[in-house]
């Protein structure tokens, strides 16, 4: 049964960078797998930031990032990454990846979308 863990959180002062990873466990990503970064802050709904298929040749971002995140995926080595730059107080949350096992040639942000979930790491951004 997969299951996914992440990692690579933890503070980080304003204007910084982190890569927060994703890795399969207990099974591997196969070509159906699409994965996912959602967060959620305090008191806050959970927000999708961004997804990516099988081959990564769909991609998709929350407007609201303004591009300084990136995705991208290892099949290889059964892992997801998420490069966050230019983080700012309001980037703090729990991140969590997700995943889905069903074709698809593009991804979208609904969480309602993902069945399997990471326990999630936590982001601080503060001075």
């Known amino acids: 049964q997969l299951r996914l863990v992440e990692s690579g959180g933890g503070l980080v002062q304003p204007g910084g960078s982190l890569r927060l990873s994703c890795a399969a466990s207990?099974?591997?990503?196969?070509?159906?797998?699409?994965i996912a970064w959602f967060r959620q802050a305090p008191g806050k709904e959970r927000e999708g930031l961004s997804c990516?298929?099988?081959?990564?040749?769909?991609?998709s971002y929350a407007a609201s990032l303004k591009g300084r995140f990136t995705i991208s995926r290892d099949n290889a080595k059964n892992m997801v990454f998420l490069q966050m730059n230019i983080l700012n107080p309001e980037d703090t949350a729990v991140y969590y990846c997700?995943?889905?096992?069903?074709?698809?040639?593009?991804?979208?942000?609904?969480?309602?979308?993902?069945?399997?979930w990471g326990q999630g790491t936590q982001v601080t951004v503060s001075s």
């Open positions: 997700a995943a889905v096992r069903r074709m698809r040639s593009i991804c979208v942000l609904s969480p309602g979308e993902y069945n399997i």
């Open positions: 990516i298929t099988w081959t990564s040749r769909s991609t």
């Open positions: 207990g099974s591997t990503f196969d070509y159906t797998t699409t």
